[in-house]
């Protein structure tokens, strides 16, 4: 599994002074950092999502792992998102989540479970 960036892009994006859709909530702009992972529910002609029933808009910031084309309905995606003062949910990152990889903390190993969804 890839490492993660999100705290280099935060960092950036407050050095960077951008608007409030890419901040933390602690810049005064009333915006506050969500991550959730979720199933795509659809894909919107506007270019946003609705996942797990929640709509979540992009924009140019936004990053997508390994690419936008990789999110179609049914994937399984973690958001980390900022939600702007007015509820509206911006995303800053959409990873589409590899459901074969059971490696879940990448140390070469990978684990079966049995149907109670233990450990073997």
Same mark, same amino acid.
């Given at each position: ?8 892009? %935060?960092?950036a994006?407050?050095? &960077?002074?951008a608007a409030? @859709? =890419? !901040? &933390?909530?602690?810049? #005064?702009? $009333?915006?506050r950092?969500?991550?959730f992972? $979720?199933?795509?529910?659809?894909l919107?002609d506007? #270019?946003?999502?609705?996942? *797990?029933? !929640? @709509?979540v808009m =992009? /924009? /140019?910031?936004? *990053?997508?792992?390994?690419g936008?084309d990789?999110? %179609?309905?049914?994937? =399984?995606?973690?958001v980390? &998102?900022?939600?702007?003062d007015d509820?509206?949910? %911006?995303?800053i ?6 459901? =074969? *990889?059971? *490696?879940?903390?990448?140390? $070469?190993y990978?684990?079966? @479970? @049995?149907?109670? $969804?233990?450990?073997?």
């Amino acid at each position: 599994m890839k490492l993660h960036v999100w705290t280099v892009a %935060v960092v950036a994006l407050l050095v &960077a002074g951008a608007a409030c @859709t =890419t !901040q &933390a909530a602690t810049d #005064g702009n $009333g915006c506050r950092l969500v991550s959730f992972t $979720g199933s795509v529910d659809e894909l919107n002609d506007d #270019g946003s999502f609705v996942i *797990d029933g !929640q @709509t979540v808009m =992009t /924009d /140019d910031e936004t *990053d997508f792992d390994p690419g936008r084309d990789a999110v %179609v309905e049914g994937a =399984t995606v973690e958001v980390d &998102a900022s939600r702007r003062d007015d509820g509206a949910l %911006v995303a800053i990152e959409i990873e589409v989540i590899d459901d =074969t *990889d059971d *490696d879940e903390d990448n140390d $070469g190993y990978k684990r079966s @479970t @049995t149907s109670a $969804g233990i450990a073997a």
